[in-house]
């Protein structure tokens, strides 16, 4: 690894011309398309626009700011962080994700599970 370093290290001092154009126009190309990009990080990621429940979404956000829904539970934390109690959960979004205008549901079980916790 340290001779690839090196290597690459001896290429940019010997082209530093080269390596500043080069870096340029690829800093250029880039910033061209990054106003392309367009962030959703809104319910629409998980419920159809045309449906019932994002128009009913809409309308609690709007009175009531844009806050995500969520659905909480409360209780005795040996209670509610069981495996049985967990097994409810995925299941309940296996459920939710199943509804027609439901397009995704997220919870610290899947979070968990991704990330290897």
């Given amino acids: 690894m340290d001779r690839l370093f090196t290597t690459f290290g001896d290429f940019i001092i010997r082209r530093s011309k080269f390596t500043i154009i080069l870096i340029t126009i690829l800093?250029?190309?880039?910033?061209?398309g990054l106003p392309k990009l367009d962030?959703?990080?809104?319910?629409n990621i998980f419920v159809n626009e045309a449906s019932d429940v994002f128009k009913r979404t809409t309308t609690y956000q709007e009175q009531f700011g844009e806050e995500s829904i969520f659905v909480m539970i409360s209780?005795?934390?040996?209670?509610?962080?069981?495996?049985?109690?967990?097994?409810e959960i995925v299941r309940f979004a296996q459920k939710a994700g199943q509804i027609k205008d439901i397009t995704g549901s997220m919870h610290y079980i899947g979070l968990m599970n991704e990330n290897d916790i």
């Fill in 27 to 32: 800093t250029l190309f880039f910033a061209i």
């Fill in 39 to 43: 962030m959703q990080m809104g319910n």
């Fill in 75 to 87: 209780g005795d934390p040996q209670v509610l962080f069981t495996q049985k109690t967990s097994q």
